[in-house]
Every structure is written in C-alpha cells, then in structure tokens.
C-alpha cells in the first residue's frame, strides 16, 4: 500500500458523539443559547476532530510549502520567479516576513519545506533552516504541456503527508503557508477544473495584476486547461497537468493531519486548491480543516463552498505564507477556552427558567 | 467647563502626518503592495490616533459598563431584570463569564462599573470588585416617560469619562463593554433616532425573541420615541428620553479615550449605540475608536455606517459584555507588530523594479 492509499485509509469522519458532547457543554454556559456564534460552531467542530473537549492546542506549526512555476514568466505575476527563493531567506535567515511576524504572535514556528523550487538551497539545508523535499526546479510550463509527470505529483502529495507526519511529533495544530511566484494560476486552473466553474470567475490578480493582467491569466489558465485536459474525477490528473508542486504537498499535508486527526488551518486561495485536492482523494479530510481566511481572490469563495468550509476572518489579506491561519489561530484558541474556562449556570447559582 | 466640555475640548482629529508615515512604512516591508488588507488600515489608524508607529499596547483595559432598564420588564428580553446582578457577580467574583475568558487570551484586565444597576452592589464596591459609579436603581420605563433625566444623562456620561481617565493611568487599549438585561431596546431606539431609520428596521432579537417577540419590541421602540419624542440634534435629549445609564458611560469612556488619544474598541450593538451619542456630541471622537465586530443585530450595520467604520470580525456574536472587542485585541496588537517587526525590502536584500 502506498504511503498516500495507507493515508486516506486512517482518514475517519470527525465524531459524531464528541460533537454532541461540546454542544451539551456550550448550552449550559453562562450566555444566552449560541451567543458566541462562530466561535461555538469552531468549538463544536474542534471537539469532533480531536475526540476531546479539552484538546492540547498549545504547539502550533505553520508549514511554508514552497515550489516554483513554468507558467510564472508568462506574465501571471508582477514579481520575477527569482522572488520565491528571496522570500525563503527571509522567512528562514532573517524571520523578517509577515508570517514570521504573525506565527510569533500566535506562539507558532514556522517551517519551510522546499518541494520545487527553482534553485539550490542547499546550504539552508544543511543548517536545518529549510526542509528538503526538493522534487525538480520548479514545475514545467503548463503551456506547453503537463506541469508535472503524475509520479511527481504523487511525490509532492507524499512530501506533504511526511511533513505532517514529521511535524506530529511536536504540534498539536497545523496550519498551511506556501510561498511560490506564479502560484495563484495553476490554483486559479484547480479551483476551474473541480469546481467546473470557467477560468474567467476564478481568476483574480494575484499579487497585483490589473485588470488587463487578469484577463490575460484567465486567458493563460484557459488555455492550460485546454491543451493538457485534465480529468476532474482524477485529482492527480488536475494535479500533474495544471497544479504545482507545494499545493499538492498541502494536500498532502491536509490528508496526513487528518489521518492522525490533528486540527489543520488552511490559509487562502492556493492552500483552499490544495484542500480541494485533497477532499478529491478523501472526503472525509475536510472534516479536519479550519478556513482561516476569506481571500480577495474571486476563486477562493467557490473552493470554501465546494468544501462546505465558510472563513473565520474576512480581512482583505492576499499575502498567502499562511498569515491568514495565523491570525485565526487565535479564534481557535478562543473556541476551546470559551468550553473549558466559562462558568456553567450551576456554578454561577443562576437558576434557569 | 464641565467635564463632558472640558474633555471634547481635548479631542483632536486623527493625525493625517502620523497616518502618511505609517503607509510609507508599510510600503516598504516585504510583502506586495497592501496585502495584509485591513490589518495595514488598522495600523495607519493606529499610528494616526497615537501620534506613534509603535505605541506601547500592552496594557489593555476592557471595561464592563453596567445599568437596568424600566423597559426590561414590558417583554423585551426572555431574561428578568435580575440577571444583570448575577452576571456581575460572574464577572466580578467568579471571572467565569465569556468577557473574562476571552480577556485573559487576550491580556486584558476586565473592570465592572455599576452606573445604575437595579441593586445593592456595595458590598462589591467595598471589595473594589466593581466600580461604584452609580446613578439611579436603573431608568425609568420609556414606555411611560423619559428613561432619564437630562442631568443624569450628564452624569452617566461623566461616569464614563472619568473611567477613561482613571483607566488611563494603567492602559495603553481600551475596550468598551457593557451589561444590562433589556439593553438592546434603548440602542435600537438610540439608533432608530440618531440614524433616521423605522424602529422596525434596526430592531433585532437580542438575547434570545423570535419574530413575533421582535416586531413586539420594535413596536416599543416605536411606542417610546412617539412618547418621548427625542431631538435628534440634541445628544443628551437622546440618551435622557430613550438611552440607558450604561450606553450614556460608553459615549462618556469614548470622549474620554479620545481626548487622551488612547485606541477605544468599541464591541457590538450596544457599544456602537453609545458611539453614536459620543460621535453626535464630538464628531472627531470616531477618529479613536476601532469596531470590532459586527453582530447580528440589524441596527448595528446602519450605526457603523454612521460612524463611518467598518467592523474586523464578523462572527455572528451577539453576547455583549467586550467579546468581540477582546477578540479584536489580537488583530490591534498584529498591526503593529506587521509595521515594526517585518522586514523591509532593503534589509531583506531584494531590490524592487
């Protein structure tokens, strides 16, 4: 059985009972019924991943996914491709990103896994600064033909699955970054593809295109799509042909939480694609996936509604590096407080009608 | 001078040097133009009502303001009057209520002001478990006459003033919250009034109606300012006729803040209620206060507007009490870690185009 089949089959539904339980223990706190509104529903659903009403949700890790694109000098983005590994020495030398800045905050470390960038980064690690799972430089140009070979894309689903798998060991909350110049097409292409929505809709500006830039990657997406045909009942398949390396590693990432049932934050569009993929491949995976944040990208409503997911946070963010599942780390924390520290009725000697 | 004079001659308008200073700053940081969205806006207005890119935040004060209402009593609420007095003993000596929990996440002190409470708190006024602020034994029905007179409507106000001040001298942050059964009558008169829109529209279920029990209230709303006919350009005949001792503290506590140019979170329904009084008396107050959430109830979205705000979460609260604004506290303390603590572009050692 393959690392990814031996996954997907410790992936159990989020309990039922232990739902119920936080449910019971929420109405008899001190507030009126719900009064708490999302926070409750978060509870709720936190309890139902963890089997607990009293989880650990002390150590926390947000996993930066970096990989690279062939499409990204087609003009998809105002940066140049050479930014990815720049934004890797600041988030990994100099903890001087937003990110690094957010996760500090949040009482989370920040690790960030190579799964295909475009260059040597060696040296970081070798002084354990950045996690090789290096797969090729960068992927091909979907363009002109598949972004990745489908044993690649197997390969960036495993690297995340070992990097949830690795991160078990000290964290009791995951969240998804990624960092990758181009990275909103091939997502833009994924969310077009499972969503069966046309590229037009799902396509926004990135990290700043205006609006020729938009309709020109619209344009770009919908020709990728066309030439390599992925097969939406396939998620490898729309995985190799229009996606890229670190978002299958955050599909893989997502169904290797799920499997050890370890709540995992998902920040915006390009870790919404890759939990797309990975409620492709498993369903039930979604059970365990926290929406952090409601992007700016006009794709990124469509996947949350595909995931049957809603965000916690609607703050006009459009940075990805998982800054958005930072910050809702904190309504986690609040959720889970809120269950263990209110005071019941009982307790505080108010008799209800 | 009186004192509600005196402190609205100290409210400035919001720095527009300090406002410029910090966009540059954020222009430079490593990241694509404005990406973290509404945590930059936070910050610029920050920056604007502290006169400082890093204003010393970590003393947050949530202040709990708490009064009855004649009005609870005419079905209006599903709780009888004399919750309000079990939910302060909750605050105050069993810290067990949703405000204490989600201010000790948030490093906050909560402090309880009694402004016209329908009981005898001395014995916690003697413990300095809650502040002796009070006025009156709560309002008076408005159903039968004016809630207030205009001279406790000062009071109440110069209540909230002087919790400002006192607040001051060990807060960097302050929050507003409030308690009082039967509170959301009075804000949706306040609003009805001071926005220009039908009782029916801004009128919602509170702790807990159906809509049978909603338009009922909507119709006391409706019955009260017939009555009492308020003026809408005159603040105080507002708060006196169909206001509440708490809602007239918070307008007070806002004035205060404002004068001192201390960042006021103001939390939902309630609380933008006395805002708006704040706001009719010193239109410059608005500049220093930051809205936290928008809450369920109809009226809130038309009184924000009013101020001219818009709220940072949106997570269907309805609890009152400083919820949302201590959930707010960790987006304030955020911004201004993004605008100290992130990496520029120089530092960094990327060279922009």
């Given at each position: 059985?393959?690392?990814?089949?031996?996954?997907?089959?410790?992936?159990?539904?989020?309990?039922?009972?232990?739902?119920?339980?936080?449910?019971?223990?929420?109405?008899?706190?001190?507030?009126?019924?719900?009064?708490?509104?999302?926070?409750?529903?978060?509870?709720?659903?936190?309890?139902?991943?963890?089997?607990?009403?009293?989880?650990?949700?002390?150590?926390?890790?947000?996993?930066?996914?970096?990989?690279?694109?062939?499409?990204?000098?087609?003009?998809?983005?105002?940066?140049?491709?050479?930014?990815?590994?720049?934004?890797?020495?600041?988030?990994?030398?100099?903890?001087?990103?937003?990110?690094?800045?957010?996760?500090?905050?949040?009482?989370?470390?920040?690790?960030?896994?190579?799964?295909?960038?475009?260059?040597?980064?060696?040296?970081?690690?070798?002084?354990?600064?950045?996690?090789?799972?290096?797969?090729?430089?960068?992927?091909?140009?979907?363009?002109?033909?598949?972004?990745?070979?489908?044993?690649?894309?197997?390969?960036?689903?495993?690297?995340?699955?070992?990097?949830?798998?690795?991160?078990?060991?000290?964290?009791?909350?995951?969240?998804?970054?990624?960092?990758?110049?181009?990275?909103?097409?091939?997502?833009?292409a994924i969310v077009s593809v499972l969503c069966s929505i046309p590229p037009n809709l799902v396509t926004c500006r990135g990290a700043g295109l205006?609006?020729?830039?938009?309709?020109?990657?619209?344009?770009?997406?919908?020709?990728?799509?066309?030439?390599?045909?992925?097969?939406?009942?396939?998620?490898?398949?729309?995985?190799?042909?229009?996606?890229?390396?670190?978002?299958?590693?955050?599909?893989?990432?997502?169904?290797?939480?799920?499997?050890?049932?370890?709540?995992?934050?998902?920040?915006?569009?390009?870790?919404?694609?890759?939990?797309?993929?990975?409620?492709?491949?498993?369903?039930?995976?979604?059970?365990?996936?926290?929406?952090?944040?409601?992007?700016?990208?006009?794709?990124?409503?469509?996947?949350?509604?595909?995931?049957g997911k809603k965000a916690l946070l609607s703050l006009d963010l459009r940075l990805g590096e998982g800054s958005g599942a930072a910050l809702a780390?904190?309504?986690?924390?609040?959720?889970?407080?809120?269950?263990?520290?209110?005071?019941?009725w009982e307790k505080a000697g108010i008799v209800r009608k």
């Open positions: 059985m393959s690392l990814i089949e031996k996954t997907v089959s410790g992936i159990l539904p989020s309990d039922q009972t232990w739902r119920e339980k936080a449910k019971e223990r929420i109405l008899d706190l001190t507030m009126p019924p719900w009064a708490l509104g999302r926070l409750l529903d978060l509870a709720v659903d936190i309890a139902g991943m963890t089997r607990s009403l009293n989880p650990p949700l002390d150590r926390r890790t947000v996993v930066i996914m970096a990989g690279d694109h062939g499409v990204a000098n087609a003009g998809v983005s105002p940066y140049p491709q050479a930014v990815t590994m720049l934004m890797i020495r600041n988030f990994a030398e100099i903890a001087g990103a937003g990110i690094n800045v957010l996760a500090r905050q949040s009482g989370a470390k920040v690790r960030i896994a190579d799964i295909g960038v475009a260059g040597d980064l060696s040296e970081l690690f070798k002084k354990n600064l950045v996690i090789d799972k290096h797969i090729a430089n960068g992927t091909n140009n979907m363009l002109e033909g598949p972004a990745m070979s489908r044993e690649q894309a197997r390969r960036s689903i495993e690297a995340g699955i070992e990097l949830a798998l690795e991160s078990s060991s000290d964290s009791d909350l995951l969240a998804t970054g990624e960092m990758g110049i181009g990275n909103t097409t091939p997502s833009s205006d609006e020729e830039g938009r309709l020109k990657k619209a344009e770009i997406v919908e020709k990728a799509i066309d030439l390599n045909k992925p097969d939406k009942n396939d998620p490898l398949d729309v995985l190799a042909k229009v996606g890229g390396f670190e978002i299958g590693a955050i599909a893989g990432f997502i169904l290797g939480a799920a499997s050890l049932r370890i709540p995992v934050i998902i920040d915006g569009f390009i870790s919404t694609a890759g939990a797309l993929v990975a409620h492709e491949i498993s369903p039930s995976s979604a059970d365990y996936i926290i929406a952090s944040h409601q992007s700016v990208e006009r794709g990124h409503q469509h996947a949350l509604a595909k995931l780390m904190h309504f986690v924390e609040a959720s889970m407080r809120i269950i263990n520290e209110m005071a019941t």
